[in-house]
């Protein structure tokens, strides 16, 4: 009698994406990939994503500091412990989408200046294939930055990967999964310090899927916005 043989597994590789906590801008300027600190104040949640994240030497995060502080302090939350201290790889291409001339400028000049050759876009601050002055489309940030995904899904091939990233970017990690064109990437909301999981699967006889299994998931109901959060409060009139 021949011994049974079991059958091959799927090899999943998991993509855990972290978008950075709220960057540090109280008086509410466009930044995109303006080099800016974040709040790090958050310890609930905080210690939430520590205790949800796996265990993986494979951390990413963007050149901007406002990942990297993420993951820092993530990685120093009490329920951080068992992951270690795992050194963090910088990628280039998951930089969030660079405005051009509105770097730092008010949404009020923006929207008073911008091109009329585009309306305004309900959930971004331009449709997928509008190119900001001196800077670049959302299209054209995912065309740089979802090559590599698939790039490291090879590279770190049935492992864990945690990116903290950027919300535009993570947009589009969703959309690819998905198979959506960029416009529909700008419908997705990725609130600061949630948490998106993709699994990138490929079966015994070679066939490839994907799967979203976390989108926005934050710890208790969404956080308050920036201006109720941060934002100086006013003297209230006599």
Known sequence: ?????????????????VRHAPVINPDGLMYGSSDLPCHTDEPEELDHLA???????????????????????????????????????????FIEQHQGIWEQQTWEKYYREKSNDFPRHPFWHAYADEVMQGGESYAQTLARAQPVIDQLTQEYLGQDIIMVGHGGVIRGAVAHAL??????????????????????RIEPDGREFRRVITLNRTLGPPPLSYEHRYAPKKAKKV
């Open 179 to 200: 198979g959506l064109l960029p416009d529909a990437a700008l419908t997705f909301q990725i609130l600061n310090l949630s948490l998106t999981r993709i699994d990138y």
């Open 1 to 17: 009698m021949q011994p049974s043989v079991s059958p091959p597994h799927p090899i999943t590789t998991r993509w855990w994406w």
């Open 51 to 93: 205790a949800t994240l796996p265990v993986t030497p494979h951390w990413l995060i963007s050149p901007l500091m406002r990942t990297r502080q993420t993951a820092e302090a993530i990685l120093a939350a009490p329920a951080a412990a068992h992951l270690g201290k795992p050194e963090f790889r910088i990628i280039p291409e």
